[in-house]
Nanobody, 124 residues
Framework: QVQLVESGGGLVQAGGSLRLSCAASGRTFSRSAMGWFRQAPGKEREFVAAIRGIGASTYYADSVKGRFTISRDNAKNTLYLQMNSLKPEDTAVYYC?????????????????WGQGTQVTVSS
C-alpha cells in the first residue's frame, strides 16, 4: 500500500522558514515526478512546486519562486520543500503528491498518490 506522509508544518512568523518532508512508502518514487500543492481556507488547492523523476529539474509557481526549494532524497524515498521568507499568504495545508509519470506536472490530475497534508501557519 502506497503512503505519503508529510511532516514539518507548524506556526512561524512572517519572514521565517520551515522545511516540509514527505516520506513515501509502499513503492519507490525515484523515477517518479513529485510535487507539492497547498490549499488555503476557502480556496481551491493550488500547485506550489514540482520535481522531475529523471534529471531532477524543478518548477515553481510564480508566488513561491525564489523563496521555496523542492528537492528529493531518492535513497530515503523522501521529498522536501524548503520554505524561506514566509508570508501570511503562504498559510495553507500543504500536500505532497507523486505521479506514475516521470516528467514534472502542475495539474492535480497528473498525480496518482497524495498525502494527508500538513498545516503551515504564518503569522504577521
Amino acid at each position: 500500500q502506497v503512503q505519503l506522509v508529510e511532516s514539518g508544518g507548524g506556526l512561524v512568523q512572517a519572514g521565517g522558514s520551515l522545511r516540509l518532508s514527505c516520506a513515501a512508502s509502499g513503492r519507490t518514487f525515484s523515477r517518479s515526478a513529485m510535487g507539492w500543492f497547498r490549499q488555503a481556507p476557502g480556496k481551491e488547492r493550488e500547485f506550489v512546486a514540482a520535481i522531475r523523476g529523471i534529471g531532477a529539474s524543478t518548477y515553481y509557481a510564480d508566488s513561491v519562486k525564489g523563496r521555496f526549494t523542492i528537492s528529493r532524497d531518492n535513497a530515503k524515498n523522501t521529498l522536501y520543500l524548503q520554505m524561506n521568507s514566509l508570508k501570511p499568504e503562504d498559510t495553507a495545508v500543504y500536500y505532497c503528491a507523486a505521479s506514475r509519470g516521470s516528467y514534472y506536472y502542475t495539474g492535480q490530475g497528473d498525480y496518482d498518490y497524495w498525502g494527508q497534508g500538513t498545516q503551515v501557519t504564518v503569522s504577521s
